[in-house]
């Protein structure tokens, strides 16, 4: 990772980048560094706080993000390199993921040669109706779930809670265009911006049920199948991984007498 102490211009850096899409906390890019195609995430400025105390909650969480990405890096969780930050700017220029994510893939649709983009960022031509899908099968979906459930529980041995587990937030590697096939691809975690340490045993069981609302909410006729294989590949992955899966029936129990 390139210092912040070492004058990386963060102008400079966005100069010419693209935007891919926005969220409610910040930007991403695709654009250029040291040659190499990279993704810059910028913490934009929220207007309704006051200037000080934005400018430190988004140095804070840009830095905070960072630690945890290499936290998980370093535990061997797959998430993208660091390249180059820029707290006092809410910018991080990291690794750029080719490949497509894991909500594509399993919804048949996407381009492993292009970023895959949010559904309101994508153009009409693009959209699940029109385009030609690609058939997933069931045996597919559970082991995309197994490694999806592995990966997690790696990265909560690590001490690292994601806070925000969707499909949209797992990007499946490849080094060729045209290669879909699952023993080919790798799962990388990606937006960490919500995380936070910790070994708890709750929140690791939280962090699954966001994943499993998530899951049931964008994939409901695999959602069975999806979260099956992710429960067994968390649970067999790690000797805690049992007692976070009992914790989550603990969870999901207490979400349904909420409703």
């Given at each position: 990772?390139?210092?912040?102490?070492?004058?990386?211009?963060?102008?400079?850096?966005?100069?010419?980048a693209?935007?891919?899409?926005?969220?409610?906390?910040?930007?991403?890019?695709?654009?250029?560094?040291?040659?190499?195609?990279?993704?810059?995430?910028?913490?934009?400025?929220?207007?309704?706080?006051?200037?000080?105390?934005?400018?430190?909650?988004?140095?804070?969480?840009?830095?905070?993000?960072?630690?945890?990405?290499?936290?998980?890096?370093?535990?061997?969780?797959?998430?993208?390199?660091?390249?180059?930050?820029?707290?006092?700017?809410?910018?991080?220029?990291?690794?750029?993921?080719?490949?497509?994510?894991?909500?594509?893939?399993?919804?048949?649709?996407?381009?492993?040669?292009?970023?895959?983009?949010?559904?309101?960022?994508?153009?009409?031509?693009?959209?699940?109706?029109?385009?030609?899908?690609?058939?997933?099968?069931?045996?597919?979906?559970?082991?995309?779930?197994?490694c999806?459930?592995?990966?997690?529980?790696?990265l909560?041995?690590?001490?690292?809670?994601?806070?925000?587990?969707?499909?949209?937030?797992?990007?499946?590697?490849?080094?060729t265009?045209d290669?879909?096939?699952?023993?080919?691809?790798?799962?990388?975690?990606?937006?960490?911006?919500?995380?936070?340490?910790?070994?708890?045993?709750?929140?690791?069981?939280?962090?699954?049920?966001?994943?499993?609302?998530?899951?049931?909410?964008?994939?409901?006729?695999?959602?069975?199948?999806?979260?099956?294989?992710?429960?067994?590949?968390?649970?067999?992955?790690?000797?805690?991984?049992?007692?976070?899966?009992?914790?989550?029936?603990?969870?999901?129990?207490?979400?349904?007498?909420?409703?």
């Amino acid at each position: 990772m390139v210092a912040a102490e070492e004058g990386i211009d963060a102008i400079q850096l966005l100069r010419g980048a693209k935007l891919l899409f926005q969220g409610a906390e910040s930007k991403a890019y695709i654009g250029e560094f040291l040659g190499q195609r990279v993704l810059l995430k910028e913490r934009f400025r929220k207007r309704y706080r006051h200037q000080d105390l934005d400018a430190e909650l988004r140095k804070l969480r840009t830095r905070s993000e960072c630690r945890n990405i290499i936290k998980a890096r370093n535990c061997g969780v797959s998430v993208p390199y660091i390249l180059a930050v820029r707290p006092e700017h809410g910018l991080i220029c990291m690794e750029y993921i080719a490949g497509l994510s894991v909500a594509d893939y399993l919804n048949g649709t996407g381009n492993v040669s292009e970023p895959s983009l949010p559904e309101a960022s994508k153009p009409e031509a693009s959209k699940p109706e029109e385009a030609c899908k690609r058939q997933v099968s069931l045996e597919q979906v559970r082991a995309i779930g197994r490694c999806a459930g592995k990966t997690i529980c790696k990265l909560h041995d690590a001490g690292i809670i994601h806070g925000d587990l969707t499909t949209s937030n797992m990007m499946l590697r490849t080094t060729t265009a045209d290669c879909l096939e699952l023993d080919q691809l790798e799962l990388v975690l990606i937006d960490l911006g919500l995380s936070h340490c910790s070994t708890s045993s709750e929140d690791r069981a939280v962090d699954l049920h966001v994943f499993t609302r998530a899951i049931r909410s964008n994939h409901c006729s695999i959602a069975d199948q999806l979260i099956a294989g992710v429960l067994d590949g968390y649970e067999e992955s790690s000797k805690e991984g049992a007692k976070t899966c009992q914790q989550l029936q603990v969870v999901e129990k207490r979400g349904r007498k909420r409703l």
